[in-house]
């Protein structure tokens, strides 16, 4: 008698970051049980996948469900874009607890994420917040955010602190994440821009320039070196960038590197007219820039790709300056990248899946649970479509947010089926996840 799986996802491409399949992939509990030949296990229930690509849920090693969207709607717009783990910083502000953020965090999400979650710790009072990161380690979170930006809004972490951060992190075995750009530079600039009454949409990419985002990353790698800290570096979004990841890991630099969709699909001078909506930071630079992260991703530059979701309630017509820097980013990442990247070109579908699942679970620690469709694994799996060509509209986005920045932006290839855990999320247009599905995943973050 043939073998009887809970789920059957048949005749698909299955695809690993080496190899590309046709086949038939049996879930059991929760979990792939067995990979076969095309059309020949059977199951309980099952789905034709009718030759579309059958991809590992994408993880998202970058979200903030602080803004428009909390922890329980970010899952969701996470889900309809194929993300079937996110990775959210956990933000303690000034005079607030590292550790009680992340247990209040962790209790909200097992409470009302859809999908699995894990957590940075976010420290905007390092000096002090740090004391608390060993206490995080035994919480499951074993990366940590600091930013070297952000002075005037009392966000940035001095090189002391930074320092003292990474000594711990480092002897505790975890990740320090930073936000590498010179933030007293940047200070000093926009002063300077102030004071001359500038137009700062005009002249946005003044406040965020590739030489302070190149000097930040080298600086916080090398002090990471220091204290024996493996580095994460979010958002890199610059050419000049670029040139010192290339210089640090040819020297054998333990530092990951991340970039995200905005910086790779859209310009500066594509977003102006958008005003504030398209403010994020560090800031989305140039053509030249672009293509720079493009050839990083092709010579593997990259680690990871993360959405940087921060929905953040602006609109048009607001000043420019004092506007916060964010965007909604998770549910358009999978398919813009496919769009950009793969249907021009510039990367395989397997390079993709190496991006967007297998490597990121490895950066985070979390391979071989998340990341690569194998027997034993979780069976996260998205059903994407190649070949349906759709609009991309803030009306068919599921953020809570009022705007999107790829508005009217055609592409070809659509998320299809979510599946998470053996379990369908997204199916047939249909959203059909289940608030108390998702589970906290501890981390061992920066061990490969």
């Known amino acids: ?49 009718n030759g579309n690509y059958v991809l590992p849920g994408v993880i998202d090693p970058h979200t903030h469900p602080v803004y428009m969207d909390s922890i329980e709607d970010l899952a969701i717009t996470a889900a309809w874009g194929g993300v079937t783990t996110v990775c959210h910083y956990a933000y303690a502000k000034p005079g ?4 009680k953020i992340v247990q209040d965090w962790k209790r909200e999400g097992n409470e009302t994420s859809c999908i699995d979650f894990a957590l940075h710790g976010g420290l905007f009072e390092t000096r002090k917040q740090a004391e608390e990161i060993p206490a995080c380690f035994k919480e499951g979170v074993t990366s940590f955010k600091m930013f070297m930006a952000y002075a005037k809004l009392g966000w ?23 936000h590498a750009e010179n933030g007293l530079a940047i200070d000093y600039i926009q002063d300077k821009l102030l004071a001359e009454h500038a137009d700062f949409a005009e002249r946005f990419l003044e406040t965020s320039p590739d030489l302070a985002e190149a000097e930040g990353v080298f600086r916080a790698a090398y002090l990471g070196a220091l204290m024996g800290c ?17 210089f640090l890991k040819e020297r054998g630099m333990h530092v990951y590197a991340e970039t995200c969709p905005q910086y790779l699909a859209l310009t500066w001078k594509e977003l102006k007219h958008l005003g504030p909506l398209g403010k994020v930071g560090p800031a989305i630079k140039t053509k030249e820039d672009q293509d720079a992260l493009w050839e990083g991703i092709q010579i593997g530059l990259f680690d990871t790709l993360g959405s940087d979701h921060a929905p953040k309630d602006k609109k048009v017509e607001d000043d420019f300056f004092k ?4 965007s909604p980013q998770v549910e358009t990442m999978l ?9 021009k070109g510039r990367i395989t579908p397997n390079q993709l899946v190496q991006l967007f699942s297998e490597r ?16 034993g694994s979780d069976a996260d799996i998205v059903v994407f479509d190649p070949k349906e060509e759709w609009t991309i509209a803030h009306a068919n986005q599921h953020s809570k947010v009022n705007y999107c920045l790829y508005e009217g ?10 599946i998470s855990r053996g379990t369908f999320v997204v199916h047939e247009g249909e959203f059909r996840g289940n608030r108390k599905h998702g589970t906290f995943l501890p981390t061992k973050a920066g061990k490969v």
């Open 323 to 326: 506007a916060p820097y964010g």
């Open 409 to 418: 932006k055609t592409v070809l290839g659509r998320v299809k089926t979510v």
């Open 230 to 246: 493996p580095v994460y570096i979010p958002h890199v979004s610059s050419r000049e960038t670029i040139d010192v990841l290339i």
């Open 156 to 178: 940035m972490t001095d090189d002391y602190a930074l320092t003292k951060a990474m000594d711990i992190i480092g002897r505790e075995g975890g990740m320090a994440c930073v």
């Open 360 to 375: 990121t679970a490895e950066v985070l620690g979390l391979y071989p649970q998340k990341g690569r469709l194998e027997v």
């Open 335 to 343: 398919p813009v990248i496919w769009h950009e990247g793969v249907n």
């Open 96 to 99: 607030q607890s590292l550790l």
């Open 1 to 49: 008698m043939a073998e009887q799986f809970d789920l059957v996802v048949a005749n698909g491409l299955v695809t690993y970051p080496e190899k590309t399949i046709l086949g038939d992939i049996g879930i059991r509990d929760g979990r792939i049980a067995k990979i076969g030949k095309a059309g020949k296990l059977k199951g309980k229930e099952r789905i034709d996948a």
